[in-house]
């Protein structure tokens, strides 16, 4: 019988789960590959010149984040491997691919300016990604409701909004640089301000208006296999308009939050 050398390093639980990695640890992680595959795709297409299969890519990327998060959480599976894997993988299919995407589409004729409204925006994604990631877990109440700044898919499907419009409506001056570099521009600034804006955590349907709202759902689906464009672009407006509401519901949840407390003292 051999005892325990005293020296030999303890193996961490995230070593000890690599060496025996279970199907529902692999699942949300081959989810995030699965959309960085995607999105890595989008920019193969963007090279190509297909625009609209290189942002279709980028959606089916946005579905897959969507997942895999939700997945690891279903399945109890969190892990700081898997965190830091969805993060650069937004870093890639968020950030630089819709900015590269963007100045291929429309900016390469105006040089370094342009080239360097693109880097602006992919370093503002990833600096808001950094911003999440380091985000403290004891957050006021108040706060769980909200994201801070632009989510990084949102930011994606901002920026490519005139591809989408030039697609749907033939207007070539969605085309121009300047308007393209204005908007890579306020929408990066969008993602690292402070600007609150709903995450829909807090979203929960009445019992009595499930089956409406899965009637509501069917019909967007069937749109959307009509017309996906078009529905991108309501999507899109709808959020946008979103933004002030966000910030008063914000405001308004802040200060309760702060006279309960007072309230309390």
């Given amino acids: ?60 990327a946005a579905i897959f984040d969507a997942l895999d998060g939700r997945m690891a959480r279903l399945l109890k599976t969190t892990s700081e491997f898997g965190a830091a894997l969805d993060s650069l993988s937004d870093a ?5 691919v819709p900015a590269l995407t963007l100045y291929l589409w429309a900016l390469q004729d105006l040089g370094n300016i ?27 109440e108040y706060t769980k409701s909200f994201f801070v700044g632009i989510p990084a898919p949102a930011a994606a499907f901002l920026v490519l909004l005139p591809v989408i419009l030039l697609e749907v409506t033939d207007q070539s001056w969605l085309r121009n640089e300047q308007l393209v570099s204005v908007i890579l521009v306020s929408v990066g600034a969008g993602a690292v301000s402070t600007m609150p ?4 955590k807090s979203f929960q349907v009445p019992s009595h208006a499930i089956l409406p709202f899965l009637a509501v759902i069917a019909l967007v689906g069937g749109i959307i296999v009509i017309s996906p464009w078009a529905v991108y672009l309501v999507l899109a407006g709808l959020y946008i308009a979103s933004f002030p509401f966000s910030v008063l519901a ?9 006279a309960r407390r007072h309230a309390k003292m």
């Avoid at 890639?92 to 630089?96: A, K, T």
């Avoid at 914000?250 to 702060?258: D, L, N, P, S, V």
Wanted: charge should be positive.
């Fill in 1 to 60: 019988m051999t005892a325990d050398r005293p020296d030999q390093p303890k193996e961490s639980p995230e070593k000890r789960r690599f060496r025996s990695a279970s199907l529902n640890w692999l699942l949300p992680n081959m989810l995030t590959i699965a959309g960085l595959i995607s999105g890595l795709t989008g920019l193969r297409f963007a090279l190509d010149e297909l625009w609209i299969s290189a942002i279709t890519m980028i959606v089916l």
């Fill in 92 to 96: 890639v299919v968020f950030g630089i």
């Fill in 114 to 140: 342009a080239w360097g409204t693109a880097l602006f925006y992919a370093v503002c994604v990833i600096l808001r990604l950094a911003r999440f990631n380091s985000e403290l877990p004891d957050k006021p």
């Fill in 197 to 200: 804006t709903f995450n829909g």
């Fill in 250 to 258: 914000f405001y308004r949840r802040r200060r309760h939050f702060e």
